[in-house]
């Protein structure tokens, strides 16, 4: 197909969300073999409903004919790096968006880059710097923009960040997977096991739909309201993010992507987790336990309980993402991870340029002068 019969829209104003949506959501049933959730329209509608604050829409769109071929979910708004205001133009997204990506055909690919590189800096004026966080590069679309700023003569730069999102392809049995851990691992979790059965009636719910989830609502905000992550205001139950969440598992449920998962010990609430599953991937976006219960190590005894539902499912789950870095705990699961980068790309203009300088001489300068002065006293 021609490049003449593509045509490109800048999508800036909230109803876009709804003008887009049968479009967006045919885009993503075509690409399931290479995405996740975190590229679907419903993320993108319910994270601009509350997360947006003062940051500015613009979805830039390739079409083919009237079909919708390309979209870079984008937003522009101001930051700061090393307490330096910068105006960005980036992917919208904050610390809930786990993977951030393009979300266009491959046929396409390049010319849709090229084109979104073109306009990004036909608007120059309205930024300092293009920021696109947590992107892999191990994406075919990342591979092929480092290929399209090449060629066109643009100066970025990649920074790895700390998101190695580890995840495991379940195959085999769980008996099987389950001899592969360690020794030392096996034992923790036979003990956990243990434990958490002879300290009552065990009960483990896996919450598919919308009237499910509103039965055991309650339950859930209270064991995150009680995590330690909402003493930094990080859990499920923290301001808009509960909000969010909500409204995500509605229209997650009516999908069918919804997976909530609750541990229940005597009738009572210890553990949960809030998953999404689509495209064959289940994502463990969210775990909380119940401080009251930490000895019985509840979080682990239900990640133990979900993969061994995993594994009886791997016709309709074919990668289990544990979300996020990869934690220690993480890693008596599996040893597999998606890497992540923040990738930066500067103008020709000299505050752009400082902030080049900033970001990638004088900040790692100054951290390599402090470690050596530590390694001296």
């Not at 049968?22 to 075509?30: H, K």
């Not at 969440?245 to 229940?264: F, I, M, N, P, R």
Request: a positive charge; proline letters at 3%; aromatic letters at 16%.
């Amino acid at each position: 197909m021609s490049k003449e019969t593509l045509t490109f829209k800048i999508f800036e104003d909230t109803e876009a969300f709804s003008k887009l949506e049968a479009g967006w959501e045919d885009l993503c049933d075509e690409l399931a073999n290479s995405i996740t959730v975190f590229a679907t329209h419903a993320w993108y509608q319910c994270w601009w409903q509350y997360f947006k604050r003062e940051a500015k829409l613009h979805l830039f769109t390739m079409w083919q004919g009237d079909k919708l071929v390309g979209i870079a979910p984008l937003m522009r708004g101001k930051t700061s790096l090393h307490r330096l205001p910068v105006r960005i133009f980036g992917f919208i997204q904050n610390n809930e968006s786990l993977h951030n990506d393009f979300i266009v055909m491959p046929q396409f690919r390049t010319v849709f880059l090229q084109k979104l590189i073109q306009s990004l800096f036909n608007h120059a004026s309205q930024w300092d710097v293009l920021y696109f966080r947590n992107i892999s590069p191990l994406s075919d679309n990342y591979k092929s923009l480092k290929e399209v700023l090449e060629i066109d003569g643009r100066t970025w730069k990649q920074r790895m960040n700390p998101f190695d999102t580890p995840f495991l392809s379940p195959s085999g049995s769980w008996a099987d997977y389950f001899a592969g851990r360690t020794r030392r691992t096996r034992k923790t979790l036979k003990n956990i096991r243990n434990r958490v059965r002879k300290a009552g009636k065990v009960t483990v719910k896996h919450i598919r739909t919308w009237d499910e989830f509103l039965s055991c609502k309650e339950d859930l905000f209270e064991v995150a309201q009680q995590s330690w992550l909402e003493t930094i205001g990080g859990s499920l139950a923290s301001g808009n993010i509960w909000n969010f969440y909500e409204s995500l598992a509605h229209k997650a449920a009516a999908k069918g992507w919804l997976s909530v998962w609750a541990l229940y010990l005597n009738e009572r609430i210890i553990a949960a987790e809030f998953h999404l599953r689509a495209f064959g991937r289940e994502h463990a976006i969210r775990g909380h336990y119940h401080p009251e219960f930490a000895s019985l190590s509840p979080g682990t005894y239900l990640e133990m309980m979900i993969l061994e539902h995993v594994f009886q499912e791997q016709e309709r789950i074919h990668v289990y993402d544990f979300c996020g870095a990869f934690d220690t705990y993480k890693k008596k699961w599996t040893d597999t991870y998606i890497p992540h980068c923040d990738l930066f790309i500067f103008k020709e203009k000299m505050y752009s340029r400082y902030i080049l300088f900033q970001e990638f001489k004088l900040v790692p300068l100054m951290r390599n002068t402090l470690q050596r002065a530590k390694l001296l006293d």
